[in-house]
């Protein structure tokens, strides 16, 4: 076939010239091309389309295309590709929307509604009477057989018998031109988000053929899922107090920011209102199912799960899930919450199942299937297995259900297979194994750098269902399009996602769900629910970072005075201090210590990776921490988080680039070689640690600077000023206990860890005076790590966080915590007993160390696990 090169307007001479801008190729031989007909010609939703766009409209396609690329940047779009080693890679949208005809798209349209109601009866049966099994309509061996059919969830019945809330489709077009039906997603359907996603900003760009050829709206369909599911959380709610205007909490469960598909988790959450969650969020109290708040549990009655079956309920699915609700399949059973769609669902997403339905569709509903299945053969059965044997020499072969890579065929992305070089496996266990005729898919449109090419291209359409059994299906849907020379669509082997036109002779609706503009009145201050997780992360991510700091402070002083004047006399309070922060550990050192012996176990124990809770070990977990908590960030603050971490980490490599591994700690704690590679370098390890100081100090300013300060931000301010208690008390304490506080060198080390030399020379040129010392280190209020100062002002906001979250029903922490003013003067702590030790202040600091231990306990077990303490009992 021979192809134009220029489309082919029919108009005037400067459309003509505006088409030439762009070059077309040739669609790929035997595959359907959605953008020109047989003679070559556009074919017509494509012709109104460029008509509409005009010679300016196609001269900007260049822009266009750069624009896509800065929203997906500016929006941190994204998609967690396994094979990137949990590095989000940017999400693939092209340019040019996929268009599909009103007329198709009623078609479509009637085929899926029939599939999403057949699949819903299928489940219902399973796990009601299971007729179809008595029948013989289905073999067991692929119901039992596959791990998605859960026996837990046998006898349940939803309410209105609605199993399944969301059926996702995916179609592809046949070289003749008919839509074929390759898969069904049931379990957790993704791609909502990202299609509608994709349909802002495209549709942004496109403005005036978007709206001149009446693209059908996708808003209504997101109005319908929340609206079916409150409906049928009605009756979940007849344990709550009946209130006028009570509503049902609807929860987004996702399994967290390592997902493939977490940022359409975050995306459509904010999208439907609804709260989103992981599993550690939740809890079951008496059979009913609760979110963990800094203001107590509050009820959950819907949960819209995008968790795998398995991985919801560890009591009774799989025991090594953490990411789940333990507790969750009692609840549903109870009737007290409403999971969609319901865990259970995923045998019908089995590849196998194509081969039955249409003996299904014929018994349950006397009907045919309107959208025709890839043409498949379960190898369980020996007919089918010998028919396809003797009449194909090319197939796929696909697992018939899940299982683990090394026991899995090649599956689809590995292109088509030679038969007759698996027979021998298949005979041997031929229910693992499912064939499927290969099909060329319909080849869309694709622009890049002025050229229109085509690329394979499968449609995703999605089914919401109604509480009276009935669907609606959302007009577009999710298109994904292979990746470049691949033959089979992935978005994990390169694909790209379409944004979906269906296009209707009507004017469509403007509904949305986005929120309208805001008037003054609007503006009540109103804030969001702070689940338990994230006041946790924040909790900790402010404790990891001032553990960090501390653990720098030490070291770089350290390192600089291992070889001093002073050094044999501070080295049993370095070695004290070292162990007490983690910098080592008690089996890291030989007996009898040396300072040489010392230094390389603190250099060994730097990384991450060595499992000490050493300084590498702090940067991680604080990334981690605030990773998950990324909405509260600012870029600049994330990316300092970041880079402090990976700097450190880079520069310990250029350092010691060693394996993580026992024997290798040990190499370096015996000779200060690494594997043959150069002796450690102290001074490019101060360097560092010196980067990572003034990047530690960024991020602290960063906290206090650029966050919100609502009650989560309070907990971290508490978790940053525990940390900082406990580590200057614990300072204070060992230096005077190994009787160094009235040295110069005792006082040169406080001071540097207190980080008050400056103030405390401004202050005292040339004196060299414990009460002076202890004043400023203990007593001065405005010391921003002066222990009584940070004491008092934890106990304040400590006090703040209780009244924020309305923990009237706990005891005050005023009551753990005795204020400073009635702790020990500085005349008790500047006494010393007849063998000249500090008794009063090393017995206060300890006392001010337990009280921070205490407040912290109080803290996780109040707000993040809401367990009962002996300190929080409910006060009558």
């Not at 099994?133 to 939803?158: E, I, W």
């Not at 109870?334 to 081969?355: M, R």
């Not at 009551?815 to 009063?840: F, H, I, K």
Request: glycine share 8%; net charge negative.
């Amino acid at each position: 076939m021979a192809f134009q090169s220029t489309f082919p307007f029919e108009t005037s001479a400067a459309r003509a010239d505006a088409s030439s801008l762009l070059r077309l190729l040739p669609t790929h031989e035997g595959h359907w091309d959605e953008l020109r007909d047989a003679s070559g010609g556009l074919r017509e939703p494509w012709r109104q389309f460029f008509e509409r766009l005009g010679e300016d409209g196609i001269a900007r396609l260049e822009g266009h295309r750069a624009s896509i690329g800065q929203q997906i940047r500016d929006n941190d779009i994204s998609y967690n590709v396994y094979a990137d080693n949990g590095e989000p890679r940017a999400w693939a949208l092209d340019l040019l929307p996929f268009l599909i005809s009103e007329a198709e798209w009623a078609h479509i349209e009637r085929g899926v509604m029939q599939r999403a109601h057949l699949l819903n009866a299928i489940v219902a049966d399973i796990y009601g009477p299971q007729t179809l099994l008595q029948r013989g309509q289905l073999p067991p061996a692929l119901v039992f057989g596959h791990p998605g059919y859960l026996r837990s969830v046998k006898g349940y019945a939803p309410p209105g018998g609605q199993f399944l809330q969301v059926v996702a489709v995916d179609l592809a077009r046949a070289p003749n031109g008919d839509w074929t039906v390759m898969a069904h997603r049931t379990e957790a359907p993704s791609g909502l988000g990202y299609a509608l996603e994709n349909r802002l900003i495209v549709s942004a760009l496109f403005a005036d053929p978007f709206r001149s050829m009446h693209v059908s709206r996708l808003a209504p369909t997101y109005s319908q899922l929340i609206s079916t599911l409150v409906q049928a959380a009605q009756a979940t709610m007849r344990h709550d107090a009946p209130r006028a205007d009570a509503s049902p909490h609807i929860a987004l469960l996702t399994p967290g920011p390592f997902s493939e598909t977490y940022f359409e988790h975050v995306f459509l959450a904010r999208y439907l209102g609804v709260t989103l969650v992981e599993g550690k969020d939740l809890t079951v109290r008496d059979d009913m199912l609760y979110l963990k708040t800094l203001g107590g549990l509050e009820r959950v009655h819907v949960v819209l799960r995008r968790l795998d079956d398995a991985f919801c309920d560890p009591v009774e699915l799989r025991a090594d899930s953490t990411i789940g609700v333990p507790g969750l399949l009692q609840v549903m059973r109870a009737g007290n919450v409403i999971v969609s769609n319901v865990p259970g669902s995923g045998f019908v997403e089995s590849p196998a199942l194509h081969g039955f339905l249409p003996g299904i569709v014929e018994i349950l509903f006397d009907e045919d299937l309107i959208l025709p299945s890839v043409p498949t053969w379960w190898c369980g059965e020996e007919a089918a297995r010998e028919h396809v044997f003797a009449h194909l020499d090319e197939a796929f072969i696909v697992p018939t259900w899940p299982v683990a890579a090394r026991d899995a065929p090649p599956g689809v992305e590995q292109g088509r297979q030679r038969l007759s070089t698996w027979r021998e496996r298949i005979e041997a266990t031929p229910g693992t194994y499912t064939i499927q005729q290969a099909q060329r898919f319909s080849c869309t449109p694709r622009y890049e750098d002025g050229t229109i090419g085509g690329r394979p291209t499968v449609l995703r359409a999605y089914a919401i269902a109604d509480v009276n059994g009935g669907w609606h299906v959302m007009p577009g849907g999710f298109t994904r399009m292979a990746g470049e020379r691949q033959a089979t669509v992935s978005m994990q082997y390169g694909g790209s996602s379409v944004d979906t036109w269906v296009l209707s002779s009507q004017p469509t609706s403007t509904f949305t769900l986005l929120p309208s503009p805001m008037q003054p009145a609007d503006l009540a201050r109103k804030h969001r629910t702070v689940s338990s997780r994230a006041a946790e992360n924040l909790f900790w991510a402010g404790r990891y970072g001032e553990r960090a700091e501390n653990n720098v402070r030490l070291l770089r002083f350290i390192l600089g005075s291992l070889e001093g004047n002073d050094a044999d006399t501070m080295f049993p309070t370095l070695v004290e201090l070292a162990l007490h922060c983690g910098l080592v550990q008690p089996g890291d050192l030989s007996v009898p210590h040396t300072p040489q012996a010392f230094e390389r176990a603190l250099v060994a124990n730097l990384s991450e990776s060595t499992g000490a809770a050493g300084i590498g070990q702090n940067l991680n977990c604080q990334a981690r921490s605030n990773g998950e908590v990324r909405g509260r960030l600012s870029n600049d603050h994330w990316r300092i988080i970041l880079a402090a971490r990976n700097d450190f980490r880079d520069a310990l490599q250029t350092l010691m680039p060693v394996p993580a591994s026992s024997g290798a700690l040990q190499a370096v704690a015996a000779n200060g070689a690494t594997n043959g590679a150069s002796r450690y370098d102290r001074v490019t390890l101060m360097n560092a640690l010196e980067q990572l100081s003034v990047q530690l100090s960024a991020i602290s300013g960063a906290q206090g600077d650029r966050m919100t300060r609502d009650e989560a931000w309070r907990l971290l301010f508490a978790g940053r000023h525990i940390e900082r208690v406990s580590a200057m008390s614990a300072f204070l304490s060992v230096v005077a206990d190994k009787g160094q506080l009235a040295t110069p060198a005792g006082f040169d080390l406080l001071l540097q860890l207190f980080d008050c030399t400056l103030t405390y020379r401004a202050l005292y040129p040339g004196r060299f005076e414990v009460p002076a010392l202890l004043d400023l280190l203990v007593i001065e209020p405005t010391n921003p790590r002066g222990i009584y100062g940070v004491y008092e002002r934890l106990r304040k906001k400590l006090d703040e966080i209780a009244v924020a979250a309305g923990s009237t029903r706990h005891r005050p922490f005023a009551e753990l915590m005795p204020p400073a003013a009635s702790l020990p003067t500085l005349a008790s702590l500047c006494e010393v007993d007849s063998n000249g030790a500090y008794r009063d202040l090393i017995a206060v600091c300890e006392q001010i160390g337990g009280f921070a231990g205490a407040a912290a306990h109080e803290i996780s077990a109040r707000y993040f696990s809401h367990a009962s303490t002996v300190a929080s009992q409910v006060w009558s």
